[in-house]
Every structure is written in structure tokens, then in C-alpha cells.
């Protein structure tokens, strides 16, 4: 099996005299096929841990790899051990680590990049060009019970931090990654597609860093319920201010009415339309895209409405993390004029309708987001320790690692928000 960060071959004394029991882990063995079972337990190296592993976060991106069988287009070819959102503890050091000790509680950066490529030398090293990432094809994940890799991708968490919400510290991260991305910045508005983990996970950061208005959407009124319910460690209200229940959007003309939902282009403001008055009223054939986007429109102007922005025309940030076609063209939609619309989310297909001319019209931003950069970890955990970020609200499930496959199927049903392995218990 394929190891996470390797120089050494042979295991350590420091290690060997621990005798440590079978390294029990969470195998992926095909498409939708787990197994729990021992794997070889990773090599301390000289630079690294030893992390007796505690807690791990599944997510979407980990259950995407289990019923697709693999991420980012690339398969799984050879057994792999699953997981990337772990914490845990540190019970061997390698011989030139000064940064650690035994006992430490340490979170696990799950990203190795490799230093060498155009990117990495370039300083994004989140888009190595030969990324090693646990769980995904070629690197070995962290959902076992003992993992290793460098001490500086172990940041230390504080005592008073709980070891199930250390698990979420990789998410928050990316929540961090998604504000830098975004370009969140004190006393804007915030409109956040999809309220799963990391739509929350985004609004309690815009929350964090005093956002003006926050407002999120979903399509399952279970999530709805549950985001009006994500209440602010700082303000002990709700951290969004409007959660609203999204239904698919209309792409075909109603028979009984020939004009587009009864929604006429020029109906609606500049920050929630086109941009432009004047563009859409050219003859044009009608696509069912163009049709999506009248309704999104007026689905938008509505929300604008309702949180009290229509002279704004719109929300300075829009976060889609929903993946959906229609969520792109409601949030390109709510955007207003100059505002930033960032790509968070994965769909199931590569290319969507998009409102490409409202774009250009705005002038909006639209961005891309991948893993985290250099200072998120810190930044999360920072976040956690002072408490301006509460993620013990977001765990609704915990199980233990010999009912991974369960985990797994938990987050599959979507009823739950962040389901958590523990990593010991079994
Ligand atoms: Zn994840
Ligand atoms: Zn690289």
C-alpha cells in the first residue's frame, strides 16, 4: 500500500517498542465496497509523527470517492485507505523533530505538496501539480488508527478544544480558504449556496469576521430547519440571518403564459438582472437556459427583498456550495454589481448553463477554490480556540471506526450534518 510521506524504510525504536496493536483502518476496496481491516502501519520518519489517531470528519468529497469509486477523475485502481479530516495524538517523534512531543494533540494538514512543480514554486502550493492528498488515489488516507507525517503538517490544538470538533478543524480550514478566496472582508454581504457542513462551515467564518448580513439557501427542508438553528457563539442568535427553501427552477414557458414566468427583463434592478438594460431585449432565440435564468431572477429579486438589500441590489459575496446548475444562475443572479461569486461546490457533471453575459454585465468576480493554503490550519484553529466558531453544533452523528461503512451511508442519506469516526473506538 502506498504510503503518505515516506524516506525511511524500517520503523524507528521509538516506535517498534510501543507495540502497538493492528493499525485497524478504513479500506476502499472498490466502488461502494469497505472493509475494515488492518493495513502496515506507516514509517515514522525522522521529520515526522507518530499520530495516534482520534477523530476523523467524513465529508463529501470522501463520499463521492466511496460511491464513485474515486475523485477528481481519478479511479481507484488499488486498495486505499479512506479519510482526510483527522486529529489526534502524538505518541512517537522522529529523531530531528524538536516541534513535538509525545502527547501532543495535533490536527492532520492532509495535503502533501510536492515542491517541485511550476505551482509550488510559484507559492500555490494548494494546486500542486503532484499533490499527495490523503484518501485520494495514491496517498494513503487517515481513517486508521495510527497515521504519520511531518511535524509541521501536525499544528498543536489547544486542551480545551474537544476532540470530536478537532475533527472538523480540516473543513474549517477550507472554510478559511473559501474567505481568503472570496475576498471576505468586514461589514459585507454574504449569500451562501447549499447548507451542508461547509456552507455553515463558510457562514459561521463571514459570521467570525463580522459580516454585515448573511443569508443561505438549500433545497432539503431539513438543512433549512437546521442552518435557522446554527446559532452564533458571539451573539447567541442565529449566525444567517434568512435561510430559504429553493426549488428547482422552471425550464421550459408555462403553455397558459407566453411571456417568461410573467417576468418581463426589464422588471427587475440592474444588481439583480442582466446589469444592463437593453441586452436581453435584442431578438434572440429562447433557450431553456435563458428561461432558468428570467426565473432566477425573480426568485433572486425576492430573496434581495426579504433581507432588506433591494437598494443594494444584490449581496457583495455569493458562495455557491451547493454544486447545482440552478445555484449558479441564482447566485450569479443575487451577486450585485462588482460583487465576487465564488465556485465552491461539485456537481455531478462538468459543465453547467451559466449566466456568462450577467457576469460580464456586473463585472462580477467568479473564482474557483481548491483545498487550503499555508495559513488556514492556524487560522482554524485559532478560530476554535477563541470560540468565535462553534462546530460542536454541526456534529449530529459519531461512530465508531469498526462502523465506517455506516458512517459512510450516514452522510450518504443527508440527514445528518457532520458525521465524525472515532478513530480508537471500535
Ligand atoms: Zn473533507
Ligand atoms: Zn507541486
New binding site residues.
Given amino acids: 500500500m502506498s504510503q503518505f510521506h515516506f524516506l525511511n524504510k524500517v520503523q524507528p525504536p521509538q516506535v517498534t517498542s510501543l507495540n502497538l496493536p493492528p493499525n485497524t483502518s478504513c479500506v476502499l476496496l472498490k466502488k461502494q465496497t469497505i472493509s475494515v481491516e488492518p493495513t502496515p502501519l506507516p514509517i515514522l520518519q525522522p521529520d515526522g509523527v507518530l499520530v495516534k489517531v482520534i477523530a476523523t470528519g467524513i465529508c463529501g468529497s470522501d463520499l463521492h470517492n466511496y460511491l464513485a469509486g474515486g475523485v477528481g477523475g481519478r479511479p481507484v485502481t488499488e486498495p486505499i485507505v479512506m479519510g482526510h479530516e483527522s486529529s489526534g495524538e502524538v505518541i512517537a517523534v522522529g529523531d530531528l523533530v524538536t516541534t513535538h512531543k509525545v502527547g501532543d494533540r495535533v490536527a492532520v494538514e492532509p495535503g502533501l505538496?510536492?515542491?517541485?512543480?511550476a505551482?509550488?514554486k510559484n507559492g500555490r502550493?494548494n494546486i500542486?501539480?503532484?499533490m499527495r492528498y490523503c484518501g485520494a488515489p495514491g496517498s494513503v488516507g487517515s481513517l486508521m488508527r495510527y497515521f504519520a507525517l511531518p511535524a509541521d503538517m501536525a499544528p498543536h490544538i489547544p486542551e480545551h478544544i474537544s476532540w470530536e470538533e478537532s475533527g472538523s478543524i480540516q473543513p474549517l480550514a477550507i472554510g478559511v480558504q473559501i474567505g481568503k478566496r472570496v475576498d471576505l472582508r468586514a461589514h459585507q454581504t454574504v449569500a451562501i449556496f447549499g447548507c451542508g457542513p461547509i456552507g455553515l462551515i463558510t457562514a459561521a467564518v463571514a459570521h467570525a469576521y463580522s459580516a454585515r448580513k448573511i443569508i443561505a439557501v438549500d433545497n432539503n427542508p431539513k438543512r433549512v430547519e437546521f442552518a435557522k438553528k446554527y446559532i452564533s457563539p458571539i451573539t447567541g442568535k442565529p449566525i444567517i440571518d434568512h435561510v430559504f427553501l429553493n426549488t428547482d427552477l422552471p425550464s421550459s414557458i408555462p403553455q397558459s403564459n407566453g411571456h417568461m414566468n410573467g417576468v418581463s427583463p426589464t422588471d427587475v434592478g440592474a444588481g439583480v438582472g442582466d446589469g444592463e438594460a437593453g441586452v436581453v431585449e435584442e431578438e434572440h432565440h429562447v433557450t431553456p437556459g435563458d428561461i432558468k435564468w428570467e426565473a432566477a431572477k425573480e426568485r433572486a429579486a425576492k430573496w434581495i427583498a426579504e433581507a432588506g438589500l433591494t437598494a443594494e441590489e444584490g449581496f457583495d459575496r455569493v458562495i455557491e456550495a451547493s454544486g447545482a446548475e440552478d445555484c449558479g444562475l441564482l447566485g450569479v443572479a443575487i451577486a450585485k454589481q462588482g460583487a465576487t461569486y465564488l465556485a465552491v461546490g461539485l456537481g455531478h457533471i462538468q459543465t453547467n448553463v451559466f449566466p456568462t453575459l450577467a457576469v460580464t454585465n456586473k463585472e462580477i468576480d467568479v473564482r474557483g477554490v481548491t483545498r487550503y493554503t499555508a495559513s488556514c490550519f492556524p487560522s482554524a484553529i485559532d478560530l476554535l480556540s477563541r470560540g468565535v466558531v462553534d462546530l460542536k453544533q454541526l456534529i449530529t452523528k459519531t461512530f465508531p471506526l469498526s462502523q465506517s461503512k455506516e458512517a459512510f451511508e450516514a452522510v450518504r442519506a443527508g440527514n445528518d450534518i457532520k458525521v465524525i469516526v472515532k478513530n480508537q473506538e471500535m
Fill in positions: 505538496p510536492c515542491r517541485r512543480c505551482n509550488c502550493s500542486c501539480m503532484d
